[in-house]
């Protein structure tokens, strides 16, 4: 197997038609599977995928029957991945999972050694401030370039997944696997990916500045543990 591209779904049973509509070119490719994460999901996201998996062979789905965190899903995902290059995405459609044909295009020209992971572009100007503030503040406490941490896809050879220690179940994940990228000497590439609205439902954390505080909160906690494990 090729590529394994992993999408952990929570509650997202409104976009999945959609969803599985733009993964079909992808997973119809030779040597390429989607694994589509039920991440604990508490509405029809079961029945959905019954209903339409069958139309889609490429695709497959898993179930974790506890929500445990974003990077939980993701994480349960990969461990069941069979690809050479793994890599993740959102299923909530405000990035194309068809992105990924592009970072696998920078691995045929790079070669498989390589950190893949998209630049968002086309979002609210607030939420670029954010994620600017974000950016300057873990690279300066990591002493590492990490912008726009949590864009999508992002994409890395089975050998470097197979090396990573006891990482976050949450969406400190993002930051976790790009700073070991970037420590362990892999060459980042970076492309752009236009960041849309959703496109049924919304968002699990990014309502309002009370659950980005709490966002904030987290991952300035995790960053914290890593820069005294880096200092140790």
């Given at each position: ?73 993701i994480l349960s995902g990969l461990r069941a991945a069979k690809g050479e290059i793994l890599g993740w995405t959102h ?74 220690s006891s990482p976050p179940c949450d969406f400190s994940l993002d930051l976790y696997a790009y700073y070991q990228a ?51």
């Open positions: 197997m090729r590529f394994s591209l992993v999408i952990p779904c929570y509650n997202e049973a409104t976009n999945l038609p959609l969803l599985l509509a733009r993964c079909a070119a992808l997973a119809a490719m030779p040597e390429v599977e989607v694994i589509l994460v039920d991440n604990g999901s508490t509405d029809n996201t079961p029945e959905v995928f019954l209903d339409l998996l069958p139309m889609y062979p490429g695709c497959r789905a898993m179930r974790v029957e506890k929500n445990q965190g974003y990077g939980y899903g299923a909530d459609m405000q990035t194309d999972p068809q992105d990924a044909l592009i970072g696998l295009e920078l691995f045929e020209k790079h070669g498989a050694d390589i950190f893949v992971k998209g630049r968002r572009y086309g979002r609210p100007y607030a939420d670029v401030v954010f994620t600017v503030g974000m950016s300057v503040f873990e690279t300066f406490l990591l002493l590492r370039p990490l912008w726009d941490i949590n864009a999508q896809p992002t994409m890395f050879p089975r050998k470097f997944f197979e090396t990573w970037q420590a362990q000497g892999f060459k980042v590439y970076r492309f752009p990916v236009r960041f849309g609205e959703r496109a049924h439902g919304v968002s699990h954390w990014n309502v309002n500045w009370a659950a980005k505080w709490k966002f904030i909160r987290r991952t300035v906690d995790f960053s914290l543990q890593l820069r005294k494990k880096i200092s140790a």
